[in-house]
């Protein structure tokens, strides 16, 4: 089916759109675009160089696809922005291209960007997360698939937010965030395991314990992280979602948050 596109929207006749997509007048889209089937581009949207849009997206006005990156290193390099299939992207949403030749900021599928949103360059997000309104994901962070930032959070460049988890209103962090947990206090802070997410994901209330009874050792013992992680190699029965947060804090460059 032919896309519905207002004469009123300004388009490069280069960029590539889908079939059966709806463009809204006053919606500015540039040449080197590939925008998929079924998506709706509301008024007022900016979809600039570099943007690789999958299927099924609704975004809305205001919002700003591949702006330019906010990072004194830019130097005007041919970079892409790829958005996955299925997100809602709303209002005054931004989201960068990434900084250097031949890299990428990508956004996954089936999430949701709340109004005042903003995902810095290079940043890799997976699938199913929600980003309150005006949260703020800076620079070459990873954000893993089912995370929640509830609003006004700020994640500070170079980050990493684990499967799972969920960032409370208000925080600010500089220290990765492993799997599973909830995260909240000024300063930020371990608070507890997120069984509502992995209750949702189907997980066992049995491996669920044994999940808390990881992090137990990792933030209420009275040893190091790193010995932590080998007393729950030694104590805490195997599961794929154990496997993951010991892979997520084994492999830590900037630490995990406090255990305070």
């Known amino acids: 089916m032919a896309s519905d596109i207002s004469p009123r929207a300004e388009i490069d006749p280069r960029a590539q759109i889908g079939d059966n997509c709806k463009i ?3 919606a500015y889209i540039e040449g080197d675009v590939v925008i998929g089937d079924n998506c709706i581009i509301f008024p007022f949207t900016s979809i600039l160089n570099g943007s690789r849009i999958g299927k099924d997206n609704k975004i809305h006005q205001g919002a700003v696809i591949a702006a330019l990156p906010q990072d004194f290193e830019f130097k005007g390099e041919k970079s ?3 958005i996955g299939n299925n997100n809602i992207i709303r209002e005054n949403v931004v989201i960068n291209r990434a900084t250097h030749r031949d890299g990428k900021t990508v956004i996954g599928d089936n999430n949701f960007l709340m109004e005042g949103a903003h995902i ?3 940043t890799v997000v997976g699938n199913h997360c929600v980003f309150g309104y005006g949260t703020k994901i800076a620079g070459n962070c990873v954000i893993g698939n089912g995370v929640i930032f509830s ?3 700020i994640e500070n460049a170079n980050t990493r937010v684990g499967d799972g988890s969920m960032v409370q209103a208000g925080c600010t962090f500089s220290k990765d965030i492993p799997p599973y947990i909830i995260a909240n206090g000024t300063p930020i802070k371990y608070g507890g ?3 509502t997410m992995l209750t949702i994901k189907g997980i066992s209330d049995k491996v669920q314990k044994h999940i808390a009874n990881a992090y137990r050792l990792v933030f ?3 040893t190091s992280v790193f010995d932590a992680v080998n007393q729950i190699k030694e104590q805490v029965p195997d599961s794929p979602e154990i496997q993951t947060l ?3 804090i084994e492999s830590t460059e900037r630490g995990i948050i406090s255990k305070l």
């Open 24 to 26: 809204f007048p006053f």
């Open 151 to 153: 609003s006004s959070v």
């Open 246 to 248: 010991i892979e997520f």
């Open 193 to 195: 395991v997120n069984t």
């Open 220 to 222: 209420h013992g009275q």
């Open 120 to 122: 810095s360059h290079d």
């Open 80 to 82: 892409e922005c790829i």
